[in-house]
């Protein structure tokens, strides 16, 4: 901008300036158009490589909307399991901070084996095992556990998936709680609030500023641990790609399928999860 067309009270910029400027506008254009030309290619080849082996497309659409209609269990799972993996993640988190040594043991005993035993046992223990301890509970005594204790596929599932995503985001929810600076803590009691106050309005909502972008992540992450819930019958995405692929010996189609499915699934979270980061990093980022 010429000096006689400035605006009263603007700023030249330096040659310099504008010229630096210039350049990081052109590699950002540059950047983008690499990256469109890789994923074109990337999308070509793949669909290159789906016809060539010999796919049957007209199958595979004819089965697509009955595949999908299992979407609803999927994320009606992984919803509640999430809902719940956070509640124990902040109680689990409460306990590892706490210098109670029992509520400490036990919180840690907890993280140290659901994270260190597999998912999928987790689920069969939580299905299967868990009617024979009420079995074994109910001939010691206690009438009616064992029916108590025998869960349906869905409740089983939302129990083992939540369990086992909460022991992880524990050690999520401690590290952003104990990201804040002792000083807030100590100003918090100099004005004299109580622990349980300080803890409520100074450093959990300070803290979900760290939490909240990787608990979105364990949120992608169970959408496809989900499909585990298959193996107890119940009819969600895999499990029905899964079933039309038998019947019909071509798995290949609906395997290929379904896990397009997650991707887009996971694709689209991926997206709100990045919309999420920047807007809980708005006060640390300038872009």
Known sequence: MKPDTMQLGETPIPPEAELVLRQIETQKKKYKRNMFIAFTVLAVLMATTLIVLGLDFKFMLKWLPFVLAGSGYTFLVAFLAISLACFLAIVGALGRLSKNPVLNSIATSYV??????????????????????????????????????????????????????GAYM???????????????????????????????????????????????NEFIAMIKDSSLVSLMGVWELSYRAIKVGRRHFQSLEMLIMVAFIYWVMCFLLQFVQEKIEKHMARGDRRI
């Open 112 to 165: 140290s084996i659901i994270r260190g035993t597999p998912l999928l046992v987790q689920v069969y223990m939580w299905y299967l095992a868990l009617p024979q301890i009420g079995k074994a509970l109910e001939e010691m005594g206690i009438p009616g556990i064992q029916a108590l204790f025998t869960l349906p596929a869905v409740p089983a599932g939302i129990l083992a998936l939540g369990v086992c995503y």
């Open 170 to 216: 524990t050690e999520t929810v401690r590290a952003g709680i104990q990201s804040i600076r002792i000083g807030q803590t100590e100003a918090a009691k100099a004005l004299g609030m109580t622990n349980t106050q300080t803890l409520k309005r100074i450093i959990f909502p300070q803290a979900l500023r760290v939490i909240i972008p990787p608990v979105s």
